[in-house]
């Protein structure tokens, strides 16, 4: 079982990945994965936190020369701007963050809340899912995360091969397929950050080159679906996730939704086997299971709760009403929330590939791979 857990405080030393179950036998590009992370703190929108940190990742157990060892991997992000001891605590809980009901449940302060509920812990979670992206690029499977509606403005997807969206996106001060329309945006941003104001918005991640049999229909909480579900609205403001077609389906008829199935023989040799569909409105998973399609998953964020024109609140000591604590935040963090997103589903998609394929090695899981295919292809 392919696995991870975090720790840290967003103003502690440093946050912490343990990754335990990751197959033996991969060479690990640490480049690539301190580039995901500072594509995390980028972003048009971003405030004076990410001047502060240079992100980068350190392997503290598991590589040996570069390469995965089959042994618990623990990665390490420093926070530059740790000073934990020296923050006060904080007693005007902001609306829609854990300040109260994290203050409450643990019959402390705001402070061991709000330092642990912070998005900065993302950043232990992107490391592990950049890990889990290079294991998934070894089998051809690539992952790629984008924007498509920032503060109400829609901006929609695009067709094109992985690389082609990931040239549009990286070409976007706000991480979307559509650069052309990043000076709409960033004006709409840097209006709504005068107004002490923050903004929200969808981010979408598709999953190209899987092949049919990962996840499972036999049990509840291994279906795909729900695994990917539960990582995705898990990430801190998400509030909505959706696969394929998501809610849309529900306003169709049946035979508007369904994707029909074909075969293409001179196909069979690809990881879907032949199978094609005119549509994908399934998102790529049928019943929790890959069904050799790209897996289309889209989140909605809503706006940061920390604003610098306060909401209303009440000061915990002494029950009276009080505008609401304001620390140093965004005003619009969706650009990395597409980041964030497309990390936590690459790294789910990476632990069904080893429940499907899984042994001690890479090599282990190629082989069975290919047995697979060969024997997928025969039936």
Same mark, same amino acid.
């Given at each position: 079982?392919?696995? =991870?857990?975090?720790?840290?405080?967003?103003?502690?030393?440093?946050?912490?990945?343990?990754?335990?179950?990751?197959?033996?036998?991969?060479?690990?590009?640490?480049?690539?994965?301190?580039?995901? #992370?500072?594509?995390?703190?980028?972003?048009?929108?971003?405030?004076?936190?990410?001047?502060?940190?240079?992100?980068?990742?350190?392997?503290?157990?598991?590589?040996?020369?570069?390469?995965?060892?089959?042994?618990?991997?623990?990665?390490?992000?420093?926070?530059?701007?740790?000073?934990?001891?020296?923050?006060?605590?904080?007693?005007?809980?902001?609306?829609?963050?854990?300040?109260?009901?994290?203050?409450?449940?643990?019959?402390?302060?705001?402070?061991?809340?709000?330092?642990?509920?912070?998005?900065?812990?993302?950043?232990?979670?992107?490391?592990?899912?950049?890990?889990?992206?290079?294991?998934?690029?070894?089998?051809?499977?690539?992952?790629?995360? !984008?924007?498509?509606?920032?503060?109400?403005?829609? #901006?929609?997807?695009?067709?094109?091969?992985?690389?082609?969206?990931?040239?549009?996106?990286?070409?976007?001060?706000?991480?979307?397929?559509?650069?052309?329309?990043?000076?709409?945006?960033?004006?709409?941003?840097?209006?709504?950050?005068?107004?002490?104001?923050?903004?929200?918005?969808?981010?979408?991640?598709?999953?190209?080159?899987?092949?049919?049999?990962?996840?499972?229909?036999?049990?509840?909480?291994?279906?795909?679906?729900?695994? %990917?579900?539960?990582?995705?609205?898990?990430?801190?403001? %998400?509030?909505?996730?959706?696969?394929?077609?998501?809610?849309?389906?529900?306003?169709?008829?049946?035979?508007?939704?369904?994707?029909?199935?074909?075969?293409?023989?001179?196909?069979?040799?690809?990881?879907?086997?032949? !199978?094609?569909?005119?549509?994908?409105?399934?998102?790529?998973?049928?019943?929790?299971?890959?069904?050799?399609?790209?897996?289309?998953?889209?989140?909605?964020?809503?706006? %940061?709760?920390?604003?610098?024109?306060?909401?209303?609140?009440?000061?915990?000591?002494?029950?009276?009403?009080?505008?609401?604590? =304001?620390?140093?935040?965004?005003?619009?963090?969706?650009?990395?929330?597409?980041? %964030?997103?497309?990390?936590?589903?690459?790294?789910?998609?990476?632990?069904?590939?080893?429940?499907?394929?899984?042994?001690?090695?890479?090599?282990?899981?190629?082989?069975?791979?290919?047995?697979?295919?060969?024997?997928?292809?025969?039936?």
């Amino acid at each position: 079982m392919l696995r =991870y857990w975090t720790a840290g405080e967003s103003h502690g030393p440093a946050l912490v990945a343990l990754v335990d179950g990751f197959p033996a036998g991969l060479a690990v590009d640490q480049a690539a994965i301190d580039a995901e #992370l500072v594509r995390r703190q980028g972003g048009y929108g971003r405030g004076g936190r990410q001047r502060l940190e240079t992100d980068a990742v350190r392997f503290l157990s598991g590589l040996w020369r570069g390469t995965t060892l089959g042994s618990p991997l623990a990665l390490e992000v420093i926070n530059r701007d740790a000073k934990l001891e020296r923050l006060d605590d904080i007693d005007r809980p902001r609306p829609g963050h854990a300040d109260l009901a994290g203050s409450v449940k643990h019959l402390g302060g705001v402070r061991a809340v709000l330092e642990r509920a912070s998005a900065r812990e993302t950043a232990a979670r992107v490391a592990a899912g950049a890990l889990a992206g290079q294991l998934l690029a070894r089998f051809g499977i690539s992952v790629a995360g !984008f924007v498509t509606a920032l503060g109400g403005i829609e #901006l929609g997807g695009r067709d094109g091969t992985p690389d082609q969206l990931r040239a549009l996106r990286d070409s976007s001060a706000v991480y979307s397929l559509h650069p052309e329309r990043d000076a709409e945006v960033t004006a709409l941003i840097d209006r709504v950050g005068k107004e002490g104001d923050t903004l929200g918005g969808i981010v979408e991640v598709r999953v190209e080159g899987l092949p049919i049999g990962l996840g499972t229909h036999a049990q509840w909480d291994r279906k795909l679906d729900g695994r %990917i579900a539960q990582a995705v609205m898990a990430v801190q403001a %998400i509030k909505g996730v959706e696969i394929g077609l998501g809610f849309e389906a529900a306003r169709r008829r049946g035979s508007q939704v369904h994707d029909p199935i074909h075969y293409d023989a001179a196909a069979r040799g690809r990881a879907d086997l032949g !199978f094609t569909r005119p549509t994908n409105n399934a998102g790529g998973l049928e019943a929790g299971i890959t069904n050799g399609q790209p897996l289309v998953v889209r989140a909605a964020m809503k706006p %940061i709760s920390t604003l610098r024109k306060p909401l209303e609140s009440v000061n915990l000591r002494t029950k009276e009403p009080e505008e609401a604590a =304001y620390e140093r935040s965004d005003v619009c963090a969706v650009s990395a929330a597409s980041v %964030i997103v497309e990390h936590v589903v690459a790294f789910e998609v990476a632990a069904a590939l080893v429940d499907k394929f899984g042994g001690d090695s890479v090599a282990e899981m190629e082989a069975r791979w290919e047995l697979y295919h060969r024997l997928a292809r025969e039936r």
